[in-house]
């Protein structure tokens, strides 16, 4: 925390938003901006729709433009920066650095080794060692985050939240081998883990196994639980569901999605929350 | 172990083998046959392949006429029997048991809930309730199961040993869960971990990863690690791998197979060695 900010407001000065793509970048401009806050919209290159931010200013950077940004950030007298949004995991040899980035390299070369957090938390050291102040969207804008409870009329019942505990506690045994940030739960056992496929997919496999009968479904049955793993540093790297994520589980046949409250984005909790019970699930933040 | 009884022998009384689908039941019956020990062949209807066990005697049994097969195995003296080969998941409406099952059923109802495990390790209890030895397919047939070190001539490197290490302990932690005896690491990471999909499935996925270019593959990378879950009743639930995993692991761009020695079923040793020559794998037995 920076002395004198504060999580729900952001900090004092302006703020920069290096965005990638979705819809959670721009709905954190527009609440930041609404807020007559300061910010500077840094849109990566290839993923970020400039479009989607109105009229809000804003450059577009490759990835190897880190140098051109730290030095642009500098300029602008930003000291605070949130980074937001989906990122392709990039080739060691796709960035094509500038010159001003080339100085960074070598300590990027290391964290690309290893899993997806510690690529995460590499990025997050690089800036606070380059005088940053790191923080976290929900930090930012809290109202991005799954509240405690359910979105919707549908509310999970007392034998389904027990089947919600035993998928967290999967998810937080998990941790230690940096994988596994969803997992399905179906018919008295968990039925599929995440790994490097992503939720989707693994959302669509248990819709699979179900068509193909291999996986039978009674009522109220089929969870999908998400939550961070343990030391997975929610200012860079936090889990996610949508609109989409909603469809997905009920083309599964499955009854709803289980999240941490606070600490998985959903976006706009009224849109889906009316989709929730329009398609019949529950969508619920566990405390 | 029963008294008198030689775990590489297997029971000094003839055996019941109950016989589900695949090459390994065969075989068994085939090893016992030659050591000119007495064997009743108890094949499940649906799933083995009665041609496969050439003149051996044997009767095939609905997964309903389990009372008929344990009055079977009484009138012939049988005491010892081992389960082996692949076995749908039935759904407990689709037994359709005959009048002599009937009074076994309250038993079974509760062991259909839960995961494998529960399944599993009820049935090996009601036969042990009913006065019957079960013995693992490996206790009976320790060529069957994988040895220590490879079969063919390519071995892990240290580095690889050090990924297939985190594989093994990545498994142990999923045991709780009733889980995930197969995962696949690759890139530095674990990028699938198996769940109700099955360990093919799994490998395709992988695959499928890496044709789409969301995961690159250096050489040498890219590891299936199979074992037991920690609590797993190796007499009813052995892993097992064979020639199509091979075809699988190969078709998918990763480098080789590691299981745990003594504790996966690899069937003929010499086929799989020469298959893992001739695709370029290494398949290696971990102590």
Known sequence: MKPGGD???????????????????????????????????????GVADPQ????????????????????????????????????????????RPELATLRYMPYFAKAFRGGDDHLL????????????????????????AMPAGPLGRHRVTPAQREVIARGFSLIEALSPFDVGQAAILADHR???????????????????LVQRRRLKLSDGDGILVKAPKAK??????????????????????????AVRAGQVLVGDRAVLGR???????FVEGIA
Chains 1, 2 share one sequence.
């Not at 883990?193 to 989707?200: K, N, S, V």
């Not at 790297?237 to 997905?248: E, F, H, S, V």
């Open 232 to 257: 997975q540093d929610l200012r860079v790297d936090m889990p996610a569901i949508g609109q989409q994520t909603l469809r997905n589980v009920k083309a599964a046949g499955l009854a709803g999605i």
């Open 121 to 144: 938390s590499g990025v997050v050291r690089f800036f606070e060692q380059q005088g940053f102040q790191v923080h976290g969207p929900a930090d930012i804008a809290p109202e991005l």
């Open 190 to 208: 968990i039925v599929a883990i995440e790994a490097a496929e992503g939720t989707d997919a693994m959302i669509a496999r248990v819709g699979d």
């Open 52 to 95: 989607a931010y109105g009229d809000a200013p804003l450059t577009v950077y490759r990835l190897g433009q880190l140098g051109s940004l730290i030095d642009d950030l500098r300029r602008a007298g930003i000291a605070d920066l949130v980074m937001l949004g989906a990122l392709p995991r990039p080739s060691f040899g796709s960035l």
């Open 7 to 45: 999580a729900a407001a952001g900090p004092a000065g302006p703020l920069a938003l290096i965005a990638g793509g979705g819809d959670y970048p721009p709905a954190l401009a527009r609440i930041v901006t609404r807020r007559g806050s300061g910010i500077f919209i840094a849109a990566i290159e």
């Open 275 to 281: 989709l929730a019970d329009e398609l019949g699930l």
